[in-house]
């Protein structure tokens, strides 16, 4: 059966879609990349925002005019979404004819060979204690980052957050999977992998922890960066930024989940930590990692969110001063600690302003922060052509910033000197500077003491 799966939402469901395209491959599905053509259609679902869902039915409802005119034969909805509102999505039969969560996705092809065989409805909504996905190795798209899970599931229960009743409780992989899993990657030519879990710091397997991994995964020979995300602020261990500090590879770039900085609204989210806490965090990881460039995710409006609370939010971010920021509107999840005890209650139009007034601030200073690279030099990985210009390369520093510059010699992949000129918002523009190898040298790939 031709198969085309499109993807919503966050790095973990794009892991996710490797999974299920190497289930479905095994199993004697081909993968298209594009719908046209294809005879199943799968929309692997995010579940965060009212947005997200949104999106989803509206997609479903163009697939429905396809399944009529009998292109499209069957229609899954998988991921969280599938997982948080199996109900409604039943109601949408007969467009839906398998439903499957995130822990379900061994059992899609049954559940697709008997939708299309006998008609029959397929669902599977059980989370599993012990499911990681560890014996399947996906197979990706060609590029410089391969995405690697390292941990499935969260037990934080912020209050407004789905993930927990999505994705189940928190289970590591063993650091041997996920290290053979990196050597596989490197060998097939990526040169960078970023380990992903709902709460990174959460990692445990036997007695090894998160910096125990990110060690053996910086050792991997021939991989040249190791990212990840994300922690959670409150046990976010000393011993890896020294970790992050000492290694070559270990980019210095942390992306921290603030969410609120008001006490009381970091409390009502059972974020655990407070803004003091926080700010005692940053300091840690300054002192630690000059240099190091700090993103975060906000969001404004959540419930019982006064000015006050807001104004709290506000001075962390002209203190901490993020490189950059994801800022969003709360958005009332059903199922959630928040939905049945704390009532949605701040104003749409307050939302609106807050989201909007702190956009803008954050917009002014992840300008002066880049506005401060500027004479710098960084070793930049080149990954693709810059949209506005073909003619020249995006590529990322260490700090995860993107750089656009000249080298029509060099290609994807190859790590080169650019010293930064000018800076916008979200990008720097710069030359390259002398030190950079060879193209023949970036290109001998493996020998790391090319580059150390
Ligand atoms: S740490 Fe909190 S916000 Fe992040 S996935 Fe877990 S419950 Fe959700």
């Known amino acids: 059966m031709k198969t085309y799966i499109e993807t919503y939402g966050c790095q973990m ?37 009212e947005n997200a ?20 034969k069957v229609i899954g909805v998988l991921g969280c979404m599938a997982q948080s509102l199996r109900k409604d999505l039943a109601e949408f039969s007969p467009v839906v004819d398998v439903v499957a969560g995130p822990d379900s996705y061994k059992r899609l092809p049954s559940l697709l060979n008997s939708a299309r065989e006998t008609g029959s409805k397929g669902f599977d909504f059980s989370l599993s204690e012990w499911e990681t996905y560890s014996d399947i190795s996906p197979k990706r798209e060609v590029g410089t980052n391969a995405w690697i899970a390292i941990m499935r599931g969260c037990d934080n229960f912020c209050t407004f957050c789905v993930v927990p009743y999505t994705r189940g409780r928190e289970r590591s992989r063993s650091p041997e999977s996920i290290v053979s899993e990196t050597e596989r990657v490197v060998s097939e030519g990526f040169r960078q992998v970023t380990l992903l879990g709902q709460n990174v710091n959460s990692y445990k397997y036997e007695d090894y922890d998160f910096a125990d991994l990110m060690k053996m995964v910086g050792d991997v020979p021939g991989l040249r960066r190791v990212r990840f995300t994300s922690p ?26 603030l969410q609120a900085g008001s006490d009381t609204v970091l409390e009502r989210m059972n974020r655990t930590y407070t803004k003091q806490e926080f700010y005692d965090l940053v300091d840690d990881i300054r002192d630690i990692l000059p240099g190091v460039s700090l993103t975060t995710d906000i969001i404004c409006g959540f419930s019982g969110e006064s000015d006050k609370d807001f104004e709290d939010t506000v001075e962390v971010v002209e203190r901490v001063r993020f490189d950059s920021a994801f800022i969003f509107k709360y958005s009332e999840r059903k199922n959630t600690i928040a939905s049945r005890k704390h009532p949605d209650d701040v104003p749409e139009e307050k939302k609106t302003e807050r989201t909007v007034r702190l956009n803008d601030i954050q917009r002014r200073i992840s300008l002066e922060r880049n506005e401060e690279e500027i004479g710098k030099t960084f070793e930049v990985m080149i990954e693709q052509p810059s949209k506005k210009n073909p003619d020249e390369w995006m590529g990322r520093n260490d700090q995860n910033k993107g750089v656009v510059f000249h080298a029509p010699q060099y290609k994807i992949g190859d790590i080169v000197r650019v010293k930064i000129t000018k800076a916008g918002t979200n990008t720097l523009i710069g030359d390259l500077a002398e030190g950079s190898a060879s193209p023949e040298l970036c290109r001998v790939s493996y020998n790391d003491q090319l580059f150390q």
């Open 13 to 49: 469901n794009e892991y996710d879609s490797e999974i299920i395209r190497t289930v479905l491959r095994d199993n004697k599905y081909e993968i298209l990349d594009q719908i046209d053509g294809a005879e199943v259609v799968l929309l692997n679902t995010c579940a965060i925002r």
């Open 53 to 72: 869902h949104q999106k989803i039915f509206h997609r479903l409802n163009h697939l429905r005019a396809l399944k009529k005119k009998g292109s499209v």
């Open 232 to 257: 959670h602020p409150k046990d976010f261990p000393r011993k890896l930024l020294h970790l992050i500090a000492d290694h070559p590879k270990l980019c210095k770039q942390i992306h921290m989940p």
